[in-house]
């Protein structure tokens, strides 16, 4: 930018008090010093120099602007610097966005150690399990659950989101235990609202042939956490993520059912916007997250 170059020219002129030092400061030739000051006189439409073949001097109106000039080459010279240091280091507040249960089950616990590791960072995240908009809405980072990432944002797939159809021991004794999916019309089949074809499930069956069944119940939910209470109340059979319920399966509070037959597997995604440069928060934050989720991670690891 001509503009800028001409003030920072104008500005070192007077701090070195001649054309001729400016020059020497610079690396360059005093006539292309007068040409940048002359330029930035001309623009202006006002002398900020006074001129002798003995001494240099501020106009009055050149004084005012040699003023503001200087400080906002500082200003800017401060946010370079501010900007190396953030480029440095993770720190500063990462805006992340995650799927309520999933958010609350496994992302809320790891913040403590990431918050160890990188004590300059503070973590602003929003548990929401509607698709949000990471740039209108101002994210970093967000969870994303599903087949496929969204093509606009950079996506790093964590690891598996499996799902498994299970119940309560305890309603299992009252109703008995389905063998084929298509039993599972005759029990009370809990539901979750976003998930794409709540109430027509489909699976593959052992010989690689594909099933689907349709399912009803007395209760439908949008959160992954009410359905596994209702479940370990049991009220009835649902398919769920294994990350909400792969700990009660691990104990044996849930039993998985249909295990021959292949259900709806997503992937578990970090997106953010497609950036030139990284910030070294984000990418502290995405390789600590990939760490610690694997392609088996320890909600679906079998129990001892």
């Known amino acids: 930018m001509n503009s800028l170059t001409d003030i920072a020219v104008f500005t070192q002129v007077v701090d070195s008090g001649s054309f001729t030092a400016a020059a020497e ?59 190396s240091r953030l480029q440095g280091e993770p720190r500063g507040t990462l805006r992340l966005n995650t799927p309520m249960s999933f958010g609350i089950l496994h992302v809320a616990p790891a913040l403590p150690d990431f918050l160890r590791q990188y004590p300059e960072v503070s973590i602003d995240m929003n548990l929401d399990d509607r698709k949000v908009d990471v740039i209108e809405e101002g994210f970093d980072l967000s969870v994303r659950i599903s087949e496929l990432p969204d093509s606009s944002l950079v996506a790093r797939r964590l690891g598996p989101c499996r799902h498994a159809v299970v119940a309560a021991p305890a309603y299992l004794e009252r109703h008995g235990t389905p063998t084929t999916p298509d039993e599972l019309q005759h029990h009370n089949v809990i539901t979750y609202r976003h998930q ?26 949008n959160n992954s956490l009410a359905l596994r209470e209702a479940l370990l109340g049991g009220v009835g059979i649902t398919r769920t993520p294994t990350f909400a319920v792969g700990q009660d399966i691990q104990a044996g509070r849930l039993r998985p059912l249909l ?25 502290a934050f995405v390789d600590f997250f990939a760490e610690r989720i694997s392609n088996t991670p320890d909600w679906d690891q079998p129990s001892e």
């Open 25 to 83: 400061a610079l690396s360059l030739s005093k006539s292309v010093v007068s040409k940048y000051v002359t330029r930035l006189e001309d623009r202006l439409g006002a002398r900020l120099l006074n001129r002798t073949t003995r001494r240099l001097s501020l106009t009055e109106v050149g004084r005012a602007f040699y003023e503001r000039s200087r400080r906002a080459l500082h200003e800017i010279e401060e946010a370079e610097a501010e900007i």
């Open 196 to 221: 794409e074809a709540a109430r027509n499930w489909h699976f593959r069956a052992p010989d690689g042939t594909p099933v689907s069944v349709p399912v009803s119940g007395s209760v439908q939910t």
């Open 259 to 283: 295990v021959n037959y292949q259900t709806l597997e997503l992937s578990i995604f970090l997106v953010y916007p497609q950036r030139r440069h990284l910030s070294p928060k984000v990418r």
